[in-house]
């Protein structure tokens, strides 16, 4: 099957078993933004927090994605079963936020950087996987994908193999999470992605033009722009990424910033 006809199967058989929310843009972002995806084992359920932090609920369990900031603020969703951090900034990783949201039971999975500054307590319970390595989250595939600067004078921000991005396999349904990157060849060169999560702002990742520009070329089913507010006018515009993604993909919105 090729992606494009995957594509066209999985917005039809979603559709048709009403499985994807489809709401006005102003309409979502006061309800949380929250779409549903149709797997082949379940639905998987999207529900933005803020910026770069987002819950996904999945028939693997509930992981949250960075979660920062105050945890009252995930007390609607179900407790995290996985928890991702990909980069150690402040609007990425919060220790005492995640120490708030850890169960018993919880799987935490980081960076190696984040490891090395985690609480004792954190770090014992803690997976850390670098570039290119592999892990599991029960039957899901969590794969770790590069995440840097690649614009001379941005380097510094994120450099070239500290920083994660995820690609999660879930079946017939992969998911991929962009972190803080730019449009780097490993973005790029992705494939068979069915819902994907990319950054954009200025100075610290890419602007609309980039992050479109790799959604044209790796193609995913759905995409998210996320992370898009920056500083000194580096805040991107959604509405602007998705006229330039065009039909390479159906773009989601999300209400990151409670926007209607």
């Given at each position: 099957m090729t992606h494009q006809t995957r594509r066209h199967f999985l917005a039809v058989t979603a559709a048709t078993a009403g499985a994807i929310t489809v709401l006005p843009y102003a309409a979502r972002a006061q309800e949380g933004g929250s779409d549903t995806?149709?797997?082949?084992?379940?639905?998987?359920?999207?529900?933005?927090?803020?910026?770069?932090?987002?819950?996904?609920?999945?028939?693997?369990?509930t992981i949250h994605v960075d979660p920062v900031g105050d945890a009252a603020r995930y007390g609607?969703?179900?407790?995290?079963?996985?928890?991702?951090?990909?980069?150690?900034?402040?609007?990425?990783?919060?220790?005492?936020?995640l120490a708030a949201l850890m169960g018993e039971g919880t799987q935490l999975i980081v960076n190696p950087a984040v490891h090395e500054m985690l609480p004792e307590d954190l770090a014992s319970r803690a997976e850390a996987i670098g570039n290119g390595e592999s892990t599991s989250f029960g039957d899901v595939t969590i794969d770790a994908i590069p995440a840097y600067n690649i614009t001379e004078g941005r380097e510094q921000f994120h450099p070239e193999g500290r920083d994660n991005g995820y690609v999660l396999g879930f079946d017939d349904f992969r998911v991929y999470v962009s972190g803080d990157t730019e449009d780097i060849p490993e973005m790029r060169?992705?494939?068979?992605?069915?819902?994907?999560?990319?950054?954009?702002?200025?100075?610290?990742?890419?602007?609309?033009?980039?992050?479109?520009?790799?959604?044209?070329?790796?193609?995913p089913t759905y995409v998210y722009p996320y992370h898009y507010r920056g500083r000194d006018g580096g805040t991107q515009d959604p509405e602007e990424f998705a006229e330039l993604v065009g039909d390479a993909a159906e773009v989601k919105m999300g209400g990151w910033y409670g926007e209607g």
């Open positions: 995806f149709q797997t082949g084992s379940g639905q998987i359920t999207v529900h933005p927090i803020d910026h770069a932090s987002f819950v996904m609920e999945t028939p693997a369990g609607d969703f179900p407790a995290p079963d996985l928890i991702l951090v990909t980069h150690e900034h402040g609007d990425h990783y919060n220790a005492e936020t060169a992705l494939e068979n992605i069915d819902l994907a999560f990319v950054c954009m702002n200025l100075p610290f990742t890419m602007d609309a033009q980039q992050a479109a520009s790799a959604v044209q070329e790796f193609a």
